[in-house]
């Protein structure tokens, strides 16, 4: 029998309880993918080497998992990045824990980390524990400010079926010390830009402030960077959007991932906002798992 050889598109949707795992999973099925919630980890490298219909699936996962650990659902993701057949995405629901812990109180669920007291404990608790999955998500969507109608339409925009829906373009800061993140498309090193970890006023503030981004512009081959790499992007974004790619990835990489390549990341954004009608996004590894878990 002949080898089975079209790639496999997976899409493993964690987070937090409460987040909107389950709407999300709604969301991909109206979009044509097959759609599975809560099976086993142990079980999922069998159903990725069983023949599969020829529709993308969508796995969800949480604490709920009957055999969940953080070691193995790590162990699962690097697993499949390994299969040469399989296109994996990781989508991580974030929220806020007091938005998380409204939603509790609303539905009077109990937490399954902790259902005999408060929510809160058992938020804390998972948010803490999911912080080494966020850092390896592929597609962030924080859902603390958003309905149910609002992250069904986000989804869609990033995971749509129908070519009509714009591209989605997350750009992204990380750290080099930290390792490269995964699924990137386009990375580019900005360190050889002048560095604010030197300058004792703005080594605790980041990119995203102000001061600092003052500071990484002043270098003479700030801008000229930043045009020749908006040059790039904006030349083959629409040729990705040709070969029906449902999203693109760009990340900025610096020595510690919270001035140089924030800076950048936040820049480009910025100028991509103005031209095409991309589906963007931003996110800087490094700040969120910088943010501690409310007390």
């Not at 608790?125 to 924080?142: F, S, T, Y």
């Not at 400010?145 to 997350?170: C, T, Y």
């Not at 990489?253 to 103005?274: I, N, P």
Request: proline residues 7%; glycine residues 6%; contains cysteine.
């Amino acid at each position: 029998m002949k080898a089975e050889t079209k790639e496999k598109h997976l899409v493993l949707i964690t987070g937090p309880s409460g987040a909107g795992r389950t709407t999300a999973i709604h969301a991909l099925e109206d979009s044509g993918f097959e759609v599975i919630d809560n099976l086993p980890l142990s079980l999922i490298p069998a159903l990725i080497d069983a023949p599969l219909e020829g529709r993308p699936l969508a796995l969800g996962i949480d604490v709920r998992n009957r055999d969940f650990s953080i070691a193995q659902l790590i162990e699962l993701i690097d697993s499949l990045n390994a299969r040469p057949n399989v296109r994996s995405e990781v989508l991580y629901l974030d929220c806020a824990a007091n938005a998380l812990v409204r939603r509790y109180s609303e539905t009077r669920r109990k937490h399954p980390i902790s259902p005999e007291a408060p929510p809160l404990k058992g938020i804390e608790q998972e948010l803490g524990l999911m912080v080494p999955i966020k850092a390896r998500a592929d597609i962030l969507i924080d859902t603390t400010p958003l309905s149910p109608h609002d992250l069904k339409s986000e989804v869609r925009q990033w995971f749509g079926l129908d070519n009509d829906i714009a591209m989605g373009v997350s750009v992204q800061s990380f750290s080099y010390k930290r390792g490269l993140p995964r699924s990137v498309d386009m990375m580019f090193d900005c360190r050889f830009l002048q560095n604010p970890h030197w300058e004792e006023a703005l080594r605790p503030q980041t990119g995203k402030d102000k001061p600092v981004q003052d500071f990484v512009r002043k270098d003479p081959s700030f801008e000229a960077f930043l045009d020749q790499v908006f040059q790039l992007v904006t030349l083959v974004l629409p040729q990705h959007a040709k070969e029906g790619r449902s999203h693109v990835s760009i990340a900025f990489g610096c020595t510690g991932g919270r001035h140089r390549s924030v800076t950048l990341a936040e820049a480009l954004f910025d100028k991509l906002s103005s031209v095409e009608d991309w589906h963007l996004s931003v996110r800087h590894r490094e700040l969120e798992r910088a943010v501690p878990v409310p007390n």
